[in-house]
């Protein structure tokens, strides 16, 4: 059953940073992390307002960021040193909402996808006024091998629920198959009601502007995919 969302005290907050500062070591990264807006919100949320629960979570998220997310200083030049131009890109800012594009058919690994992909959703999140974003997957060349790579796709979205909880706002999967049904059929498990609503499988191309913008759209149609100022 969902739970409604509440507002947190400030004795609470206090509570949970306190305990989060006595044990675990603080730099600026975790500081913009911890304090961004909804942070702690939505790690209570999650934990069903559990405040222990959400102080653990909250904890090995910022471990888990330690080992995994790379600092970015310029966006830009992240994705040339890392030849990822053509696969991912932040092509807008819709309000307080980021739309992140990512082609999936690379000769990166899916876990090296992943990776990019969580240090730039952090790089928005701590760095703008960003409080969710939009992925789209465009799956096209996507065949039948990739239903191998399944566990590793389950584990990847397993990392993403966990660490950025409520930070997506929609997945949009452009350029589906079958295959890819079948795949999604297989992740979906794992993903409660409230996540599988905001999955959505994109049947015409022009349905991209109804969750983004026609700028997106043109983009995306145009293949003039590039990182918009950050």
């Known amino acids: 059953m969902e739970i409604e969302k509440r507002e947190i005290s400030e004795e609470t907050l206090r509570k949970i940073l306190s305990q989060i500062i006595d044990k675990v070591s603080i730099n600026n990264m975790t500081k913009k992390f911890i304090t961004k807006k909804n942070t702690i919100d939505n790690f209570m949320y999650v934990n069903h307002y559990d405040i222990d629960k959400s102080i653990e979570h909250l904890i ?18 992240y994705c040339k040193e890392h030849n990822i131009m053509d696969n991912i890109a932040v092509l807008s800012k819709l309000n307080k909402n980021y739309v992140l594009y990512c082609n999936l058919q690379s000769d990166l690994s899916i876990e090296k996808i992943f990776n990019y992909l969580f240090s730039i959703i952090e790089h928005i999140l701590i760095n703008t006024d960003c409080e969710q974003y939009i992925l789209i997957f465009d799956c096209q060349g996507i065949g039948l091998e990739y239903s191998f790579y399944l566990p590793s796709i389950l584990n990847q979205i397993k990392l993403l629920k966990e660490h950025f909880p409520e930070r997506l706002k929609n997945l949009l999967l452009y350029n589906t198959s079958q295959i890819i049904s079948k795949i999604y059929d297989g992740i979906k498990i794992i993903l409660d009601n409230r996540i599988q609503k905001k999955v959505v499988f994109i049947k015409n ?3 991209i502007a109804n969750y983004c913008s026609q700028t997106v759209l043109d983009i995306i149609l145009n293949n003039k995919k590039q990182n918009i100022t950050i």
Do not use: C, F, Y
């Open 205 to 207: 191309s022009a349905e």
């Open 60 to 77: 090995k998220s910022i471990e888990w960021r330690s080992d995994n997310i790379t600092v970015i200083d310029n966006l830009d030049d």
